[in-house]
């Protein structure tokens, strides 16, 4: 037994096709077949068995892949850990984020890691809602992302900061006085804020509804996917709008932003970072998860 033979078992049990892994592997099919085969002799049963023009693990192969991928795993951050001493460790992590951390947690985020491991490795880095990064984990096209908490058992989440939910208006405004301002008060008016089919319009039904108002009651127009939006529909109109406090508002100078009464609003929306939670992290998937997981969070929230 050799540590090609383990690489290939566990490249072959992800894709179940001998053609498809010897051409990940950058091998011919017939080197990938003797290997297995020289595999199951070693350990003296069969690790595979056909399936049409597929292959699928035995109960032995399921077994016996536990060890091998917590194996090679282990060696693999051995590998990791040594190329990080010598400023060498290299790849690719994508990573997806939702709009309210890239003004400011993820540039500050990403310039950290940079000054801590070099430019060896790429960030390739995109925006989505919380359920379109959700998908993007599923598929297997994003390796973490930056959203809000999502209730689903394949996905391990980590909280991270949380942000507040709060009233913008212009400055001329009759609220633009108040140092706070109650949710009954907003009852009087009519207010722009976010989609009830995203995550953030969600966990605010259920604020408003918690704290005795109706959202079909009120006077809301739920045409905006993020603060960009909201704060330029109040930049431009004397409106009311509801929405998190985040730095995206701040290139707009005429807007009073100010904060709710209610308590639960002061952390309403969790922000962490999510991962397939029996996913087959690589090294510097790993290492740049351990330095979100680690990186200092300051206060996100605008006063």
């Known amino acids: 037994m050799n540590l090609s033979q383990l690489y290939y078992f566990q490249k072959l049990a992800e894709l179940q096709h001998y053609t498809h892994a010897a051409e990940e592997l950058f091998i011919s099919q017939p080197t990938l077949s003797h290997a297995i085969s020289s595999l199951e002799d070693d350990l003296g049963c069969k690790l595979f068995r056909k399936q049409g023009r597929n292959v699928r693990l035995t109960e032995d192969g399921a077994t016996f892949k536990e060890y091998v991928d917590g194996a090679l795993s282990i060696l693999d951050d051995g590998v990791a850990a040594l190329k990080i001493r010598q400023g060498r460790l290299s790849g690719t992590v994508q990573v997806g984020a939702i709009a309210t951390v890239r003004a400011d947690y993820l540039p500050a985020l990403v310039l950290e890691y940079r000054r801590k491991r070099g430019n060896l490795i790429e960030l390739r880095i995109e925006q989505g809602s919380t359920n379109e990064l959700v998908e ?149 998937v790993k290492d740049f998860l351990s330095h979100v997981e680690s990186f200092p969070v300051s206060n996100q929230l605008l006063p």
């Open 136 to 284: 993007g984990l599923l598929e297997g096209k994003l390796d973490i992302a930056l959203a809000s908490t999502v209730n689903d058992p394949r996905i391990s989440f980590t909280r991270l900061f949380d942000q507040s939910m709060g009233v913008i208006v212009q400055e001329g405004h009759p609220l633009a006085s108040k140092e706070f301002v109650s949710l009954a008060e907003l009852a009087e008016y009519e207010v722009y804020t976010y989609r009830a089919d995203l995550p953030v319009g969600v966990r605010l039904d259920a604020f408003l509804r918690a704290n005795g108002l109706e959202p079909n009651a009120m006077r809301l127009n739920r045409d905006s996917d993020d603060e960009v939006m909201l704060g330029g529909i109040v930049s431009r109109e004397p409106v009311v709008g509801l929405c998190l406090l985040t730095s995206s508002l701040l290139p707009y100078r005429n807007l009073k932003v100010i904060p709710l009464l209610e308590p639960a609003a002061r952390d309403l929306y969790a922000v962490g970072v999510l991962h397939l939670a029996d996913a087959h992290l690589s090294p510097v």
